[in-house]
């Protein structure tokens, strides 16, 4: 039988989903088909509406290797496995004679531990385990999510949290999931055979497509033991976002709460003199973290200094004695000992890691007082240590023995694809090396009409934003704005100060458009509700810049209050500008521009979601259009109609609006 192409396999499975065939979609499986066939790397940006799920999924089936495509949202992720997938593999089973089997697979804290569930939970103060259903009030929250997850692990197959609706808070979680490194090991748990997180690693191995997370790709990546089944082919999916996810799992964190704890467990494990060692080392740190130390520590203090090495060397004396001391009279003893060394191994790798002073790490103090009270005063201190940059561990441990596919909306910035390339580790497009990754960028472009879809307008008349300065002129502009739109908008602001004022003044101004803010509801009823009423703004940062999909008339205005910059005193980004410029090279585009930058293309991507969304994005910062750096941003950002002319803005934007109206009417 003769094999069947690429075209005849995308076809049936557009037509299984029931989508449309796009030019940009069919490109990009021709793309992702090459470099599987020549093992060679891709970054491939596909606009919203492409279809980029089946434009990797089709091309990967057909190869008949194993593929793991990793994501960073639990949305693309049911996606795929609830939607895509299924779908896709029906539709090829007939051509390709076959149907690839496909699996999720997560970190084992997102699986519900059964030894935690019927045993108990280690307690940090007395012997052994305590019963969590006993120990919670019935009626507190606590004691209500507790009785659904131990009626819930009755009845589900998969014992993963994200499958618990609704779900429960972390506090609850936590009783009932344990780490990797507190987990006793399936030859040595009661529960070994009917562990939910073994389950999932074995559908996983016996599965042609896993599903996973940017996380545990981090983590198969840094460990070194993989966690991920061994495969040809990497999908990294919203790729976008695997620097962050990556530096964050690289991140360590020591506080004087979480070395307390790891003493209380530790201390009726071992003997008197290392109990009374750990227990001193962590008295000493625990008085300097009350002192007010800067934010990033170029150089470690003497003083701080010595208190790490102490503490270090007290837990590396607790860790030997742990495994070398039984006590058959602890209930459970091997997992309270498990936990107790999962606690200190930690606070000994992140002493140890601050004490070694790598030039390669950044080290900071953070003060995180919400209540500004003196009772938080200790469990809102923290000693935070991360990776300067994790682009040679990317270029060592991605792309090596694998074909690596990297796709998104935004991954072309400024024109070309060498700023997101960099930061994952690869040279230019086209450089040649014997140890370098050899790369292909390709832009696949939107079925969206971009330059009659939207407009792009630049407040060019306001002043020039001051850090954290109120912005007076701002506020007018954006009031107006919102008026002239009849609602109908995403506020995205660069600092949640920013949006929660701009909120306040709105409500106070316009109280006929509902503001809505982040953090006043959870997240996704923020976003019901604002897709739910034509009417009402929605305000927020960080998420919201990348997280909302509303296609239709509920989000026609999207403003923007500046260019998203790092603040000067993020440690982590203003080592990374730094260390390029002591380098030779120019340190704000690398880093504060390119961070920008992606985020301004993320957040002007909510604004059309479909082909008959109309609207604006609104830029309320003149250093868009007057900054050197501004044509990058502007290209960076999808083709749309750019002006400066805000009369131009409010008639479209009260065209839009009355178009909008007409349409509901009738």
Same mark, same amino acid.
């Given at each position: 039988?003769?094999?069947?192409?690429?075209?005849?396999?995308?076809?049936?499975?557009?037509?299984?989903?029931?989508?449309?065939?796009?030019?940009?979609?069919?490109? $990009?499986?021709?793309?992702?088909?090459?470099?599987?066939?020549? &093992?060679?790397?891709?970054?491939?940006? !596909?606009?919203?509406?492409?279809?980029? @799920?089946?434009?990797?999924?089709?091309?990967?089936?057909?190869?008949?290797?194993?593929?793991?495509? !990793?994501?960073?949202?639990?949305?693309?992720?049911?996606?795929?496995?609830?939607?895509?997938?299924?779908?896709?593999?029906?539709?090829?089973?007939?051509?390709?004679?076959?149907?690839?089997?496909?699996?999720?697979?997560?970190?084992?804290?997102?699986?519900?531990?059964?030894?935690?569930?019927?045993?108990?939970?280690?307690?940090?103060?007395?012997? =052994?385990?305590?019963?969590?259903?006993?120990?919670?009030?019935?009626?507190?929250?606590?004691?209500?999510?507790?009785?659904?997850?131990?009626?819930?692990?009755?009845?589900?197959?998969? =014992?993963?949290?994200?499958?618990?609706?609704?779900?429960?808070?972390?506090?609850?979680?936590?009783?009932?999931?344990?780490?990797?490194?507190?987990?006793?090991?399936?030859?040595?748990?009661?529960?070994?055979?009917?562990?939910?997180?073994?389950?999932?690693?074995?559908?996983?191995?016996?599965?042609?497509?896993?599903?996973?997370?940017?996380?545990?790709?981090?983590?198969?990546?840094?460990?070194?033991?993989?966690?991920?089944?061994?495969?040809?082919?990497?999908?990294?999916?919203?790729?976008?976002?695997?620097?962050?996810?990556?530096? =964050?799992?690289?991140?360590?964190?020591?506080?004087?709460?979480?070395?307390?704890?790891?003493?209380?467990?530790?201390?009726?494990?071992?003997?008197?003199?290392?109990?009374?060692?750990?227990?001193?080392?962590?008295?000493?740190?625990?008085?300097?973290?009350?002192?007010?130390?800067?934010?990033?520590?170029?150089?470690?203090?003497?003083?701080? #200094?010595?208190?790490?090495?102490?503490?270090?060397?007290?837990?590396?004396?607790?860790?030997?004695?742990?495994?070398?001391?039984?006590?058959?009279?602890?209930?459970?003893?091997?997992?309270?000992?498990?936990?107790?060394?999962?606690?200190?191994?930690?606070?000994?790798?992140?002493?140890?890691?601050?004490?070694?002073?790598?030039?390669?790490?950044?080290?900071?103090?953070?003060?995180?007082?919400?209540?500004?009270?003196?009772?938080?005063?200790?469990?809102?201190?923290?000693?935070?240590?991360?990776?300067?940059?994790? @682009?040679?561990?990317?270029?060592?441990?991605?792309?090596?023995?694998?074909?690596?596919?990297?796709?998104?909306?935004?991954?072309?910035?400024?024109?070309?694809?060498?700023?997101?390339? !960099?930061?994952?580790?690869?040279?230019?497009?086209?450089?040649? &090396?014997?140890?370098?990754?050899?790369?292909?960028?390709?832009?696949? =472009?939107?079925?969206?009409?971009?330059?009659?879809?939207?407009?792009?307008?630049?407040?060019?008349?306001?002043?020039?934003?001051?850090?954290?300065?109120?912005?007076?002129?701002?506020?007018?502009?954006?009031?107006?704005?919102?008026?002239?739109?009849?609602?109908?908008?995403?506020?995205?602001?660069? @600092?949640?100060?920013?949006?929660?004022?701009?909120?306040?003044?709105?409500?106070?101004? @316009?109280?006929?458009?509902?503001?809505?803010?982040?953090?006043?509801?959870?997240?996704?009823?923020?976003?019901?509700?604002?897709?739910?009423?034509?009417?009402?703004?929605?305000?927020?940062?960080?998420?919201?810049?990348?997280?909302?999909?509303?296609?239709?008339?509920?989000?026609?205005?999207?403003?923007?209050?500046?260019?998203?910059?790092?603040?000067?005193?993020?440690?982590? $980004?203003? !080592?990374?500008?730094?260390?390029?410029?002591?380098?030779?090279?120019?340190?704000?585009?690398?880093?504060?521009?390119?961070?920008?930058?992606?985020?301004?293309?993320? #957040?002007?991507?909510?604004?059309?979601?479909?082909? &008959?969304?109309?609207?604006?994005?609104?830029?309320?910062?003149?250093?868009?259009?007057?900054?050197?750096?501004?044509?990058?941003?502007?290209?960076?950002?999808?083709?749309?109609?750019?002006?400066?002319?805000?009369?131009?803005?409010?008639?479209?934007?009260?065209?839009?609006?009355?178009?909008?109206?007409?349409?509901?009417?009738?």
């Amino acid at each position: 039988m003769t094999k069947p192409s690429l075209p005849e396999l995308l076809h049936a499975a557009v037509t299984a989903v029931g989508g449309m065939e796009r030019p940009g979609q069919v490109t $990009m499986a021709q793309a992702v088909e090459q470099v599987i066939d020549d &093992g060679s790397h891709l970054l491939v940006q !596909a606009g919203t509406g492409t279809g980029k @799920s089946l434009g990797y999924l089709v091309p990967a089936l057909a190869h008949g290797e194993r593929v793991v495509v !990793a994501t960073a949202t639990l949305a693309l992720q049911r996606q795929l496995v609830e939607r895509d997938l299924p779908r896709t593999v029906e539709a090829l089973h007939p051509l390709l004679r076959r149907r690839p089997e496909f699996a999720m697979l997560k970190g084992r804290s997102n699986y519900l531990c059964l030894h935690r569930l019927h045993e108990g939970v280690p307690q940090d103060e007395e012997e =052994g385990l305590f019963d969590q259903f006993e120990a919670a009030a019935p009626t507190s929250k606590l004691g209500q999510d507790l009785i659904r997850l131990r009626d819930w692990s009755q009845e589900t197959e998969t =014992g993963d949290r994200d499958d618990l609706t609704p779900g429960v808070s972390d506090r609850a979680w936590s009783q009932i999931s344990v780490s990797s490194r507190e987990c006793l090991g399936a030859s040595k748990c009661a529960y070994g055979a009917e562990c939910f997180a073994e389950m999932a690693r074995e559908r996983a191995k016996l599965s042609e497509v896993v599903v996973t997370n940017h996380a545990l790709l981090a983590i198969d990546a840094i460990e070194g033991a993989p966690v991920l089944p061994q495969h040809e082919v990497l999908i990294v999916d919203e790729a976008h976002e695997l620097v962050s996810r990556v530096t =964050g799992v690289a991140t360590g964190e020591l506080t004087p709460g979480q070395v307390n704890r790891a003493v209380r467990r530790a201390a009726k494990l071992v003997n008197e003199k290392a109990a009374d060692q750990l227990q001193t080392a962590a008295e000493g740190f625990e008085r300097l973290m009350e002192l007010a130390l800067p934010g990033r520590l170029e150089e470690i203090p003497e003083d701080l #200094g010595y208190a790490l090495m102490a503490l270090r060397d007290a837990a590396r004396t607790v860790i030997s004695a742990i495994g070398s001391t039984r006590d058959k009279s602890v209930q459970d003893e091997d997992a309270v000992r498990k936990q107790a060394l999962a606690s200190v191994e930690t606070v000994h790798d992140v002493a140890e890691r601050i004490s070694n002073g790598s030039e390669w790490d950044v080290v900071w103090y953070e003060r995180h007082d919400p209540r500004g009270g003196a009772a938080y005063r200790h469990s809102g201190a923290s000693l935070r240590v991360a990776p300067m940059s994790v @682009s040679g561990l990317l270029r060592e441990k991605l792309f090596a023995d694998r074909s690596v596919v990297l796709t998104s909306a935004t991954l072309k910035l400024g024109g070309d694809f060498n700023g997101v390339g !960099a930061s994952l580790g690869l040279a230019p497009e086209g450089t040649e &090396g014997e140890d370098l990754p050899q790369w292909k960028g390709v832009d696949v =472009g939107s079925p969206f009409d971009y330059p009659k879809q939207g407009i792009l307008y630049v407040a060019k008349h306001l002043a020039r934003p001051a850090r954290d300065g109120d912005r007076a002129d701002m506020l007018d502009e954006l009031t107006e704005l919102i008026q002239a739109a009849g609602g109908r908008t995403l506020g995205l602001f660069s @600092s949640m100060r920013a949006a929660q004022l701009a909120a306040e003044e709105l409500r106070v101004r @316009s109280p006929e458009f509902p503001i809505l803010l982040q953090g006043e509801e959870t997240l996704g009823e923020l976003i019901k509700n604002f897709a739910a009423d034509p009417k009402t703004c929605l305000f927020g940062t960080l998420s919201l810049w990348q997280g909302v999909d509303v296609p239709g008339p509920s989000c026609q205005l999207v403003v923007m209050d500046k260019i998203p910059f790092p603040r000067p005193d993020d440690p982590v $980004m203003s !080592a990374r500008q730094k260390a390029v410029e002591d380098a030779g090279g120019n340190g704000f585009m690398a880093v504060a521009a390119t961070h920008a930058a992606l985020l301004m293309a993320q #957040g002007a991507g909510r604004l059309v979601r479909a082909s &008959g969304d109309r609207g604006v994005v609104a830029v309320l910062d003149q250093r868009l259009a007057t900054a050197r750096y501004g044509s990058y941003l502007k290209a960076s950002l999808p083709d749309f109609w750019y002006t400066t002319d805000r009369n131009q803005v409010r008639k479209s934007l009260a065209a839009i609006d009355q178009a909008a109206r007409q349409t509901e009417e009738a």
